[in-house]
């Protein structure tokens, strides 16, 4: 992966002192049927980062809030600081002293991106303090490299709609070539974060490394299909495509109440269910918001039932990414 962008100079915007405060949004990754390939963004959760630019060469974190003490404020372990060093260093810019405070404002190991939008957050602040017109995307690898910290594996199912908004396909790792795709704007999305412990590393590791060709060409299928449904803004066709015979047989074993809670989406009206990235959260495709909040609310009901605690969010596809705030 190519990690060296061309060396930004000296700018204006980097004086000592200025200071920045950034929204990055959470993420679904994988989108049911795209394992690592598909994702998109949504309104809410996401965390917030406010960077200062300091006079001391380096980067330093000064607080984390929301994290409960689970993440690390040393600069050389915490991904959303490692990110932003390998790519002031890949500008020629480590003379920069920056300093971190992270907010996070979503549950950690959720599926829905977490360390990704902090890591987006990270970035798109140090950008923005430096005045760097690049594209977005350009800052996709560094913001893999905190995926690989956070979880062992390089994916940018969430890194990419995290950074540059809406809906993406990666259709290729390496090299790196990442497809921004159209979607119906009445797509709605209901997520229910079951709050069980699910780390995606080990969700990662549960899954079969070898597939059949049968399986196969029902998923690659499925990805055209859904694909397809969203450039033809057909919403039936998105939902029939949104079916993984892959990945979601082995993982939905790690969230409780994952058929029953799909049969309950579907039937007060889902377009699709299934789970966002490696999990315990899951989603449901609607077209309309009151579909939505009728489907948050019966799932939390029932995960309440089985005295599981849980969250819910209700979006749209998020077009923007990463702002200022
Ligand atoms: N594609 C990744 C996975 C997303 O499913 O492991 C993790 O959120």
């Not at 965390?47 to 003490?69: A, C, H, L, Q, Y």
């Not at 062992?152 to 795709?181: C, K, Q, T, W």
């Not at 979601?248 to 966002?276: C, D, H, K, T, W």
Request: include cysteine.
């Amino acid at each position: 992966m190519d990690t060296q962008l061309q060396e930004l100079t000296q700018t204006e915007t980097a004086k000592p002192g200025t200071s920045i405060q950034i929204f990055a949004p959470a993420t679904v990754a994988n989108v049911v049927c795209g394992f690592d390939v598909l994702g998109f963004a949504v309104n809410a959760p996401g965390d917030e980062v406010v960077m200062r630019v300091t006079d001391k060469p380096g980067i330093s974190i000064s607080k984390i809030t929301g994290d409960n003490g689970r993440l690390p404020m040393d600069p050389a372990k915490n991904t959303v600081s490692v990110s932003v060093r390998h790519y002031l260093e890949s500008i020629g810019r480590t003379d920069l002293g920056l300093d971190i405070e992270l907010h996070k404002k979503m549950p950690i190991g959720s599926g829905l991106g977490s360390s990704s939008a902090s890591t987006v957050a990270g970035l798109f602040a140090a950008k923005t303090l430096l005045d760097d017109q690049r594209d977005v995307a350009q800052l996709l690898p560094f913001a893999m490299k905190g995926e690989e910290m956070a979880c062992g594996h390089g994916h940018a199912d969430n890194v990419a709609p995290a950074l540059m908004g809406g809906f993406v396909l990666i259709r290729s790792y390496e090299p790196l070539d990442v497809v921004r795709l159209p979607h119906p704007k009445d797509l709605w999305c209901a997520i229910v974060f079951p709050d069980v412990d699910v780390p995606t590393r080990e969700a990662r590791q549960i899954i079969r490394n070898k597939i059949n060709m049968k399986d196969a060409v029902t998923q690659w299928g499925n990805v055209a299909g859904l694909v397809s449904g969203l450039f033809m803004n057909d919403i039936g066709l998105i939902g029939r495509s949104m079916k993984d015979v892959l990945v979601e047989p082995v993982r939905s074993m790690l969230i409780p109440g994952f058929y029953q809670m799909r049969e309950q989406a579907m039937e007060l009206g889902a377009v699709s269910f299934g789970i966002s990235g490696s999990g315990p959260s899951v989603f449901a495709f609607t077209r309309d918001e009151q579909t939505a909040h009728n489907i948050t609310h019966k799932l939390q009901q029932y995960l309440t039932g089985m005295k599981i605690n849980s969250n819910a969010y209700v979006s749209t596809i998020n077009d923007a990414g990463p702002r200022v705030i």
